[in-house]
């Protein structure tokens, strides 16, 4: 049996749009009795936009920024929140140092679920207009990444929101 992570750290669920960070941080966070923080919903709080108006009205770059400066602030909260980080962070090497010593969770899933599941949102930017292409690119770039900082990864398409939050509990010591 692996060792289970420390219950005082702060837990990062990251994946590729439509992978489910905020379903599965939503019943963790109840769980713990921590603070969520989402970037979606936070940024439209204090920004005013969703992520897909910013890149929109603003560009892919300062929505980027954005992001990454949400998880910053969120990583440094005490006490330490369940946060569902926007998938560009990790694409930073100094977000990525940040997230050493959280319990990171990569939600995965294959690139036509995924997409199928940014069909159900508008506040997700569609950079490209196929989907699943966007996504692959995506992945070919973040997805060593999440390998790299992952302490847990799940597989989406297999397991409900629930079901991973459940183990992400057991793994908590």
């Known amino acids: ?10 837990i990062v669920v990251v994946g590729l749009m439509g992978s489910g960070k905020s379903s599965v941080s939503r019943p963790l966070a109840q769980a713990l009795g921590r603070e969520m923080r989402d970037s979606d919903p936070d940024m439209r709080r204090r920004y005013g936009l969703s992520a ?12 980027h920024d954005r992001e990454a400066e949400h998880l910053r602030e969120a990583l440094a909260e005490e006490p330490p929140p369940v946060i569902a980080a926007a998938a560009s962070t990790i694409e930073r090497a100094d977000i990525r140092a940040l997230l050493q ?9 294959p690139d036509d679920v995924l997409a199928e599941r ?16 966007m996504l692959a690119k995506q992945r070919a770039v973040r ?3 999440f390998q790299e900082v992952a302490d847990l ?8 929101p629930e079901e991973i939050a459940t183990q992400i ?3 908590l010591g």
């Not at 692996?2 to 702060?10: E, K, N, V």
């Not at 897909?52 to 929505?63: F, N, T």
């Not at 010593?101 to 899933?109: E, Q």
């Open 169 to 171: 509990l057991d793994r």
């Open 52 to 63: 897909a108006e910013m890149a929109e009205q603003l560009g892919a770059d300062l929505l």
């Open 143 to 145: 997805g060593p990444y």
């Open 118 to 133: 940014m069909l159900s949102g508008s506040h997700r930017p569609h950079f490209e207009p196929d989907l699943r292409a």
């Open 1 to 10: 049996m692996t060792r289970p992570f420390p219950l005082s750290a702060p």
């Open 153 to 160: 990864t799940f597989d989406v398409s297999k397991l409900t």
């Open 101 to 109: 010593p959280a319990v990171v969770v990569w939600l995965d899933a």
